[in-house]
């Protein structure tokens, strides 16, 4: 009777192991819809319970899961498909992680211009939407990025527009001198508006995120495409 209790136990222990290899991705999901349905703020479920609570929760359940394999070895009939799925669950949320904390490890800013003398402003509706923040000259506010610069002439507002859509925008307006857009992510709602103010001579862009959530250079590298939008391919 004992072999057979030992055995028992021992798939006990590897259903636990398993379960702890999925607990990062679980707390991620939870975190994500957590913040879609306003239980609270972006900031607290992207900074803290995925990029803090969840990294350790991912090198937990890598840890778990090569515990598991070690348990399996013992008997692979029982326990190798339990300790395959933890080893794959943890190694990909680990792998993930890593990759998403070189991104957020870029230092970049939230609001960024290719005018920092004279940023463009948003729309008046736009405004109203980020709480009055991005206004006329912001230019202490919005500050410039590697690579983005001002394209040297004057873009058609359908160009504009055509430039903002392509890049990922949902256009808001666009008139003669200038076109808005914004753009929602799909995890944490993290929302972008984006300022394209047309000049003779010269076009400008602005990017900025609502929430303040530092992800690396989201802003510069949304800005950069809406850029590469408006400049003509050879």
């Known amino acids: 009777m004992a072999e057979p209790s030992r055995a028992r136990t021992a798939e006990i222990r590897l259903r636990w192991l398993t379960l702890a290899a999925f607990a990062a991705p679980i707390l991620v999901l939870i975190a994500v819809f ?4 306003g239980l609270w703020s972006a900031e607290f479920g992207l900074g803290v319970l995925t990029l803090k609570i969840g990294r350790i929760l991912a090198f937990a359940g ?5 515990v598991a394999i070690i348990i399996a070895l013992k008997d692979m009939r029982r326990g190798g498909l339990y300790a395959a799925v933890s080893l794959v669950v943890a190694g990909a949320t680990v792998a993930l992680f890593l990759v998403q904390e070189r991104r957020f490890a870029v230092p970049a800013d939230n609001d960024v211009t290719s005018d920092v003398a004279e940023a463009p402003a948003f729309s008046r509706a736009v405004l109203a939407m980020r709480g009055g923040q991005g206004t006329a000259g912001g230019g202490g506010a919005s500050v410039a990025c590697p690579g983005l610069v001002s394209v040297p002439r004057q873009v058609a507002p359908e160009t504009a527009a055509a430039a903002l859509s392509a890049a990922g925008f949902t256009v808001r307006g666009a008139a003669p001198f ?4 914004a753009q929602e992510g799909f995890w944490f709602g993290l929302t972008y508006d984006a300022a394209i103010r047309i000049r003779p001579g010269r076009t400008d862009v602005r990017v900025a995120q609502r929430e303040g959530v530092k992800v690396g250079d989201e802003a510069c590298r949304l800005a950069r495409t809406v850029v590469m939008g ?3 391919q050879s």
């Not at 890598?62 to 090569?66: F, K, Q, S």
């Not at 200038?178 to 857009?181: F, I, K, T, V, W």
């Open 178 to 181: 200038r076109a808005d857009g």
């Open 230 to 232: 408006l400049t003509p």
């Open 62 to 66: 890598l840890a778990a899961a090569l």
């Open 34 to 37: 957590g913040t879609r349905f």
